[in-house]
């Protein structure tokens, strides 16, 4: 506008030099000149009203819609896929037919339930669709649907309350325990793209994922804790499995705080309590500490380890089994991460092998927030292969993709 | 058991004296503390020597959103990757987003930058328009009328209090403006680069032109095509200038500057980002001189 007004009187002030004199045009600029100053502060008056309208009063333009459309009340949707290009030192025949010495066991008429990374080859391990709405003033509801080649699974769906006070809020429907630091993460948000051997010999591919309860409390404390009970089903058939009645019940304290600015502590201790597939009491203990460290806005260092306790009933006394594992996360910038982590099954019952372990290491690459390639290398002397219970050692190299597309929430620390 | 509810009564006794307010960045800190003076207390959640988009969700910010009466967030998507998960875990009902104790800043500022259309394939692109206003003073005044109307609804006891304490911050911020403006004026016409789109309400309002970014497109880190390119155009246009934030690597632009000869300004994008910016005043004080002299 200002500047149209400027050019304007230039052109006017052209024009006039062909007919007047010198004087005469002076005075015919200092006026144009001042004209264009006064127009430039009325411009300047009138933005600076415009933006304090715009604070005084709360937007009232919307585009005008459909009568009777819903589209502003569509969930969020998110679609995860993940994938693998895999080298192994075992075929695939022999591979499925693994099983961890003490804590599970091959049986030749059932299929094998190797959940990722299943081939030497190609996989393509699964489409994941998430959902979250808000259901209305008082709950929040989420479904995430895994859907891989051959199977649709309801992985979780719940609802959440949004209007309990004192710092409490409840869960139900079907979701994973937050158990421990990991149970609740979903695979695409782990450090390595296998699950910690601990997890997977005491709780099997899926963990603790059921139906039932939950009820979280953040403590009235200047420094964050936060207690949970969780009333389950118990269908986790690895450490449970008895499911006559809700046999599952599940306490959780954790606690976190800064030993500098930059150095976060969170712990947490957690305890399962339930009933084995025989009807026994099964009881299982967990402790876990990671410690990060902010470097910079893209770069941190990641201490991780979580060791779990097996106290589990049968016929014919008790057996004690327990693993851990550590792990070290180097992220160098919003691009490149490496770790490693070492995994062990230190305690295992009387006539099996107590030195049962594995090593792994990555590199990963993200060239977009929501895009990762990850190279992973691990050995591992953990698996026996076959009705023979033979034991070998084995060798993975693996290359994996994984995107977040759509609209994901962002993840908890 | 009786403890417990001892300790539940004393805290709610102590939450009771004063005005709970969570701010997300230092800079809304301050606005809130201006207006709302000894009636409110003030936790602000992000350190400034990070990346406001990039904040880690530290559980330890928790317990002071769980008790917040009010939570002032800068909005516009900037604190997307990382305050909806500490909110989530905080279950407090009195600031949950869409109720009147979760504040928006952004709602009083008319945002520039809006992209006519949004795909991650433009990088990370914000859908409501550019979320960095904090870097033009005049967008202080909006913000202040704003929270102040909020904070008098939500604490209507001290509204008084509020109202008396806007109007005073609001002489002092035009005297303040009035400097300003008139140090920023030298600058004006003046062609720069910058890492990020980080200070366009800044340079727009003082007729600076932003020519290019650092980045080849929001979030996305340099590449060696794009920052060819970026020197070429540079010599071409003769631009002298590169913007540089405090949370960014410096080596891309160091590099640029060695080939162009242009200046790397570091210029400070919240209070307390780098040193003798601790006050709103000292902020925009460092921005003016650095950017003009």
């Known amino acids: 506008m200002t500047k149209k007004m400027i050019f304007l009187s230039l052109a006017a002030s052209a024009t006039l030099f062909a007919q007047s004199d010198l004087a005469q045009l002076k005075a015919q600029l200092a006026k144009q000149i001042h004209a264009t100053q006064a127009l430039q502060k009325r411009v300047e008056e009138l933005e600076k009203k415009q933006i304090e309208t715009v604070a005084n009063t709360n937007k009232t333009t919307q585009a005008p819609s459909a009568t009777f459309d819903q589209k502003s009340f569509l969930p969020d949707i998110a679609l995860i896929l993940d994938g693998s290009a895999v080298g192994r030192n075992i075929d695939n025949s022999t591979y499925e037919t693994y099983h961890i010495p003490g804590f599970s066991e091959y049986d030749p008429n059932e299929e094998s339930e190797i959940p990722f990374n299943r081939n030497r080859g190609f996989n393509f391990n699964y489409a994941e669709l998430a959902l979250h709405s808000t259901v209305g003033p008082y709950f929040d509801a989420d479904a995430i649907f895994h859907l891989s080649p051959d199977e649709f699974e309801i992985e979780e769906a719940y609802i959440t309350s949004r209007t309990f006070p004192y710092g409490l809020r409840a869960k139900i429907g079907k979701f994973r325990s937050e158990f421990g630091r990991i149970n609740a993460i979903h695979q695409h948000a782990w450090k390595f793209t296998s699950k910690p051997l601990v997890y997977e010999a005491l709780l099997g591919g899926e963990g603790i994922n059921d139906a039932g309860v939950q009820l979280q409390w953040v403590l009235p404390t200047d420094t964050y804790m936060m207690a949970g009970l969780e009333a389950l089903q118990g269908s986790n058939d690895v450490s449970f499995g008895d499911t006559e009645k809700n046999n599952l019940y599940i306490g959780y304290l954790k606690g976190s705080m800064d030993i500098t600015d930059t150095t976060i502590l969170l712990a947490g201790t957690s305890i399962a309590h339930g009933k084995n597939e025989d009807g026994h009491d099964t009881n299982l203990y967990g402790t876990d500490l990671t410690i990060k460290t902010a470097l910079d806005s893209y770069s941190n260092l990641l201490w991780q380890s979580e060791l779990l306790y097996r106290d589990k009933k049968t016929e014919n006394g008790t057996e004690k089994q327990a693993g851990y594992y550590t792990q070290l996360v180097y992220q160098y910038d919003q691009n490149w991460k490496t770790g490693i982590r070492y995994d062990s099954l230190f305690k295992n019952i009387s006539d099996q092998p107590d030195d049962l372990d594995r090593y792994t290491a990555m590199v990963e690459y993200k060239p977009f927030e929501f895009t990762k390639f990850r190279l992973q290398y691990t050995y591992d002397r953990s698996k026996a292969f076959g009705s023979n219970d033979e034991r070998k050692n084995l060798s993975e190299i693996l290359l994996g993709f994984t995107v977040e597309t759509g609209a994901h929430g962002a993840h908890a620390f | ?293």
């Open chain 2, 1 to 293: 058991m009786k403890k417990t509810f001892s300790i539940f009564i004393l805290l709610s006794a102590m939450a009771f004296a004063q005005f709970n307010v969570v701010a997300s960045y230092p800079y809304l800190g301050k606005i809130v503390q201006a207006v709302g003076g000894d009636n409110v207390k003030v936790k602000v959640l992000a350190s400034p020597k990070f990346d406001p988009h990039f904040i880690i969700p530290k559980p330890s910010l928790i317990p002071a959103i769980a008790r917040a009466d009010m939570l002032v967030a800068n909005g516009a998507g900037l604190e997307i990757g990382w305050l909806p998960p500490l909110l989530k875990s905080a279950n407090n009902p009195k600031v949950r987003i869409g109720t009147e104790g979760f504040v928006d800043a952004s709602h009083a500022i008319a945002l520039i930058d809006k992209p006519t259309a949004v795909s991650r394939a433009y990088g990370d692109v914000h859908p409501e328009g550019n979320p960095h206003f904090d870097t033009d003073p005049h967008n202080i005044i909006p913000i202040a009328k704003y929270l102040t109307q909020k904070l008098s609804r939500l604490d209507a006891a001290h509204k008084a209090a509020y109202q008396h304490n806007l109007s005073q911050f609001i002489s002092r911020w035009h005297a303040f403006l009035n400097t300003f403006d008139r140090q920023m004026k030298a600058c004006k016409g003046k062609q720069v680069i910058q890492y990020h789109e980080l200070y366009n309400y800044l340079l727009k309002r003082y007729d600076i032109h932003a020519v290019a970014t650092i980045e080849p497109l929001p979030g996305i880190a340099p590449s060696s095509k794009h920052t060819l390119a970026l020197i070429q155009k540079m010599q071409k246009e003769k631009i002298k200038t590169i913007l540089q934030d405090p949370y960014h690597e410096k080596k891309t632009a160091r590099f640029i500057a060695s080939k162009t000869g242009a200046k790397v300004v570091v210029i400070p994008h919240d209070v307390g980002s780098i040193n003798d910016t601790e006050t709103l005043e000292a902020l925009y004080e460092t921005i003016a001189k650095r950017l003009c002299h």
